[in-house]
């Protein structure tokens, strides 16, 4: 980086796409809700801290949620929101 104050961009090998985002966000709620899990405690805890230990591996959750960085997991929750809340 050139200037201190750029901001350093990490590539991603592939860019998962909104429809794979969603589909893998539903099968690591339902197997987190299989386990007995709280799935919005589970996935808060996961995007905010980055331990996959939040994330049950029952039915390949894990390595499912893993496809998906963080911010892009992050990026699709608040879309959603906003899409589907009542203004």
Known sequence: MENKYETQRFS???KISKSQASLILDKVCAALK????????QIVGYILSGDPTYIT?????R?????IERDELLEEIVNFYL????R
């Open 63 to 67: 390595s499912l949620i893993s496809k």
């Open 34 to 41: 299989d386990k007995g899990y709280n799935p919005v405690n």
């Open 12 to 14: 991603n090998q592939e």
């Open 83 to 86: 899409e589907n809340s009542i």
């Open 57 to 61: 591996s029952h039915q390949s959750a």
